[in-house]
């Protein structure tokens, strides 16, 4: 245990919170996570102080979101940009945009009137749609699974009435020669979904979630996605209107945003708005439901486990900006039946 005065050297004299307080917050932190930092100890600390000033200094200025103690306050946002941009580089994205997200795939784009022709709020949670938040750990770059399967198992209750848990584990074993990186990330979302296509996927029960690359053990038998029986559908980029119109008549979609910033790590409640993520995509989402009321938003599903956010869940603002906030717009996706 560390002595108050070394605490206190440690906090610096600047801190609102008293080094007891913050100790003791650390300590409860460790215990939650069942983190043993071991010779780190000191050093996570201090970086665990760090973010909870930026929390607090955030929380302060009463924005539209609020900021908490998250399952990375432990990290540096270097370390988490680390973690969020695992096997998706600039360079892999700027390719994708200069060949062309999937050229013999169908783009979506909404001529309609917002307005008179979309509903005014769609929540395929409270619909039924919708798994429960899982998590792909710590050391897994495997959000383009999650928000692939998600997708899935949404267009799958659609079809069958049955709400089923797919296996991201079986994407991220079996769909390397699709272009996948199996833990090290995507290309890009459409490359999932023509390995579905082609495969099928199976149940979580059925190939469980490891978090880490294996050898595929796929099994056709117990597919609960037949091969052969989706495709899917590019959502026109950088326009919110058919972003809407996607959800709506679509249901759940999957698409990437830039989830790097410090808002982004420490992300507990509210509304994000303004600029405030940037819009380099690096993680993989769900997009769930949308409000178009007085405070719009998009509602978002993420893979970070429950204690993040809203218990898992995200809301981001509805807004004309060109590529979205968080770059929310830029490659939205989602899976139809064939049959």
Same mark, same amino acid.
């Given at each position: 245990? !560390?002595?108050?005065?070394? !605490?206190?050297?440690?906090?610096?004299?600047?801190?609102?919170?008293?080094? !007891? *307080?913050?100790?003791?917050?650390?300590?409860?932190?460790?215990?939650?996570?069942?983190?043993?930092?071991?010779?780190?100890?000191?050093?996570?600390?201090?970086?665990?102080?760090?973010?909870?000033?930026?929390?607090?200094?955030?929380?302060?200025?009463?924005?539209?979101?609020?900021?908490?103690?998250?399952?990375?306050?432990?990290?540096?946002?270097?370390?988490?940009? *680390?973690?969020?941009?695992?096997?998706?580089? !600039?360079?892999?994205?700027?390719?994708?945009?200069?060949?062309? #997200?999937?050229?013999?795939?169908?783009?979506?784009?909404?001529?309609?009137?917002?307005?008179?022709?979309?509903?005014?709020?769609?929540?395929?949670?409270?619909?039924?749609?919708?798994?429960?938040?899982?998590?792909?750990?710590?050391?897994?770059?495997?959000? %383009?699974?999650?928000?692939?399967?998600?997708?899935?198992?949404?267009?799958?209750?659609?079809?069958?009435?049955?709400?089923?848990?797919?296996?991201?584990? *079986?994407?991220?074993?079996?769909?390397?020669?699709?272009?996948?990186?199996?833990?090290?990330?995507?290309?890009?979302?459409?490359?999932?979904?023509?390995?579905?296509?082609?495969?099928?996927?199976?149940?979580?029960?059925?190939?469980?979630?490891?978090?880490?690359?294996?050898?595929?053990?796929?099994?056709?038998?117990?597919?609960?996605?037949?091969?052969?029986?989706?495709?899917?559908?590019?959502?026109?980029?950088?326009?919110?209107?058919?972003?809407?119109?996607?959800?709506?008549?679509?249901?759940?979609?999957?698409?990437? #945003?830039?989830?790097?910033?410090?808002?982004?790590?420490?992300?507990?409640?509210?509304?994000?708005?303004?600029?405030?993520?940037?819009?380099?995509?690096?993680?993989?989402?769900?997009?769930?439901?949308?409000?178009?009321?007085?405070?719009?938003?998009?509602? #978002?599903?993420?893979?970070?486990?429950?204690? %993040?956010?809203?218990?898992?869940?995200?809301?981001?603002?509805?807004?004309?900006?060109?590529?979205?906030?968080?770059?929310?717009?830029? *490659?939205?996706?989602?899976?139809?039946?064939?049959?």
């Amino acid at each position: 245990m !560390l002595t108050p005065i070394l !605490l206190s050297s440690i906090l610096g004299v600047f801190s609102k919170r008293t080094p !007891l *307080e913050v100790q003791n917050l650390f300590e409860a932190y460790k215990n939650e996570y069942d983190h043993d930092f071991g010779e780190e100890d000191v050093k996570r600390l201090a970086i665990f102080h760090d973010n909870l000033k930026f929390i607090d200094e955030v929380n302060s200025r009463n924005l539209s979101y609020k900021l908490g103690i998250t399952p990375f306050t432990h990290l540096t946002n270097d370390e988490f940009r *680390e973690f969020v941009t695992r096997g998706y580089s !600039l360079g892999d994205w700027q390719q994708t945009m200069l060949r062309g #997200i999937d050229s013999e795939a169908q783009t979506f784009g909404f001529e309609g009137s917002v307005d008179d022709d979309l509903p005014m709020r769609v929540d395929y949670v409270e619909k039924g749609w919708v798994t429960d938040v899982k998590s792909q750990g710590t050391v897994c770059g495997s959000c %383009w699974a999650f928000g692939v399967a998600g997708a899935l198992e949404g267009l799958h209750k659609n079809v069958t009435g049955q709400l089923v848990s797919l296996s991201e584990q *079986e994407l991220i074993d079996c769909s390397t020669a699709y272009g996948n990186q199996g833990c090290n990330g995507t290309r890009h979302l459409n490359d999932s979904y023509e390995y579905v296509a082609d495969h099928g996927l199976e149940t979580e029960r059925a190939y469980k979630y490891v978090g880490k690359d294996g050898q595929c053990r796929r099994n056709v038998s117990k597919d609960a996605v037949k091969a052969r029986t989706i495709s899917h559908v590019n959502v026109k980029s950088n326009s919110s209107s058919s972003m809407l119109a996607a959800v709506a008549f679509g249901g759940p979609v999957s698409t990437l #945003i830039c989830g790097m910033s410090g808002v982004f790590q420490n992300y507990k409640s509210g509304i994000i708005k303004g600029d405030v993520c940037g819009n380099f995509p690096t993680h993989a989402v769900l997009v769930v439901g949308y409000d178009r009321g007085h405070d719009p938003y998009y509602r #978002i599903k993420n893979s970070w486990g429950t204690k %993040w956010g809203e218990h898992g869940y995200a809301r981001i603002v509805i807004d004309d900006t060109e590529y979205g906030v968080c770059g929310l717009l830029r *490659e939205p996706v989602y899976p139809i039946s064939k049959s």
